[in-house]
Each structure stands twice: as structure tokens, then as C-alpha cells.
């Protein structure tokens, strides 16, 4: 039988009691989830699933918004209210 050893990293809270939720809901622990990952990184020599960064992040949608906080404060900015506009399904 493998020897098994103690992995420690710290997670946010909340990160932990939703993966704990979803790991329940599927009939595993957090450990087997990570087990069952760490296995397929081991195998592929990849993360298995996409890794990408959210573009509201990136640094041209920054400075527009930086632009656009600009405008408020000094008045450049103009808003007007609209009817919400529900879609039907």
C-alpha cells in the first residue's frame, strides 16, 4: 500500500464551505477531491480544466473604469434612469 503524507494550504472560508457543500452533494470528501486531482495533474501534466483570467479584471477595462470614477467625481458623468427590462425564459 502507498504511503500517504499531510498536505497543508489554507483556504478562504467560504471557498472551503461551498467546495465542502459540492463535495457533499457528490458523495466525497475534500480529501478525495484533491486526491482525485492531484492524481489527473500527476497523469496529464496539466491542470484538467481551463484556467483563465476574468477580463472585468484586465488592465484596459481597469483604466476605463478608473476614467469613467473620474467622470463622477468631477461631474462629467451623467446618468438617467430607465424601465428594467425582464426576459422572459
Given at each position: 500500500?502507498?504511503r500517504t503524507?499531510n498536505v497543508?494550504?489554507?483556504?478562504?472560508?467560504?471557498?472551503?464551505?461551498?467546495?465542502e457543500r459540492?463535495?457533499?452533494?457528490?458523495?466525497?470528501?475534500?480529501?478525495?477531491?484533491?486526491?482525485?486531482?492531484?492524481?489527473?495533474?500527476?497523469?496529464?501534466?496539466?491542470?484538467?480544466?481551463?484556467?483563465?483570467?476574468?477580463?472585468?479584471?484586465?488592465?484596459?477595462?481597469?483604466?476605463?473604469?478608473?476614467?469613467?470614477?473620474?467622470?463622477?467625481?468631477?461631474?462629467?458623468?451623467?446618468?438617467?434612469?430607465?424601465?428594467?427590462?425582464?426576459?422572459?425564459?
Amino acid at each position: 500500500m502507498a504511503r500517504t503524507v499531510n498536505v497543508n494550504f489554507k483556504l478562504d472560508e467560504d471557498v472551503k464551505k461551498r467546495m465542502e457543500r459540492a463535495c457533499s452533494e457528490m458523495g466525497l470528501s475534500m480529501s478525495t477531491a484533491f486526491t482525485i486531482f492531484a492524481k489527473k495533474v500527476g497523469r496529464e501534466y496539466r491542470i484538467p480544466f481551463e484556467v483563465s483570467v476574468d477580463p472585468f479584471y484586465s488592465e484596459s477595462n481597469l483604466r476605463h473604469l478608473e476614467s469613467v470614477m473620474q467622470d463622477v467625481r468631477t461631474g462629467k458623468a451623467h446618468f438617467a434612469e430607465h424601465d428594467l427590462i425582464e426576459v422572459e425564459e
